[in-house]
């Protein structure tokens, strides 16, 4: 009996069911938020960045319930292939890829490009989802079984780093250690692989490009590069702080008014939220992106099979560390990487990528309700 063919429902009930509508709800509320500020950040302009961004929302969207409608066992048979066709895509980047301030990373025609870095993203987790759940729990407290997708993220990593994108590099090491480590790796593996990481660290250290190698020292003392590298990291904690604790309503933040703040439309939008809507309002967006994070782990947890519950810990990650890093990057928690906050910041490969695992995400729930 297929439930979808024989439910007695109404065609429009039934699609109702199939939708999750607390993934629906939360994320219809960040976008909501993550337009306005984005209005603001760009003096209401509303004909440039943000129709923009609204256009790749509006796709997004579209590939978002197209993937809903698709059953995840057939994301499990094309893993692999979506994997190769991500690798095929960074390759074609250093011989075809548009460059943009000494950075080669985009495909495509002057404003029609899309970074296949971003796709990347969500593409590792498909594979490696698929990869750890055919490897039984077992194999994954011995190292060597580690080879495999090791390699499957050092390849798209190095590739994406080479560009030069040292943040999406790192973001794509920490969502796949992420899924790893959900799928059942021992502490002591665990530990291992961090040694190991600390000591790339140490040995990369000499190979970063000298701008890499500066954002740290700006990182550790700001001040000493004030009227240089240093003034964005300066100009957000002073947006941050501005905000006090009701902010100062919608379009009157003075750094970004007065252009003070760099980057606000890509590296520090939540800068500018932060002065407009101050605590109370940056409390309210922490908590939906914490509840989209959660909601995903939960979702794991009922899926019907080790692939779909790792699918969902996989796009868990994506959203989690794409919050924690941007934010705390503007708190100067970290050093500035370029990470995105999820449709805040402006880029339609980012809004795609997340729109396409969100798709994943509803993929997994609906087939609770169709066995």
Known sequence: MNPLLDDPRSLGARLRHSIDWVVVTLTAAIVTLAVINLNSAGAGDWSGRVATQLRWIGLGSVAMFIVTAIDHRTVYRLAYAAYGFGVTLLLLVPFFGIRVNNAQRWLGYKDYRIQPSELMKVLIVIALARFLHDAAAKDLSNLRRLVVPFVMVLMPAALIIRQPDLGTGI???????????????????????????????????????????????????????????????????????????????????????????????????????????????????????????????????????????????????LFFWHAVVNIAMVLQLVPVSGITLPFFSAGGSNVLTMMLGLGLLMSVSRSRHTR
Not at 216 to 227: F, N, Q, S
């Open 171 to 317: 973001m794509l090491l920490l969502v796949s250690f992420s899924l790893v480590v959900a799928a059942g790796l021992r502490v002591r593996v665990i530990l291992a692989v961090l040694s190991a990481a600390v000591v790339s660290v140490a040995i990369g250290w000499s190979y970063m490009e000298n701008y890499q190698r500066r954002r740290i020292d700006v990182w550790l003392d700001p001040e000493l590069y004030a009227d240089t590298d240093g003034y964005q990291t300066i100009q957000a904690m002073i947006s941050v702080g501005n905000g006090g604790f009701f902010g100062r309503g919608l379009s009157q933040g003075s750094q970004n008014a007065l252009g003070f703040l760099p980057e606000p439309y890509t590296d520090f939008p939540f800068a500018v939220y932060s002065e407009e809507w101050g605590f109370v309002g940056t409390a309210m967006v922490l908590v939906l992106f914490m509840s989209l994070t959660l909601w995903a782990v939960n979702l794991a947890s009922q899926a019907h099979d080790r692939f779909g519950s790792l699918l969902c810990m996989g796009v868990a990650a």
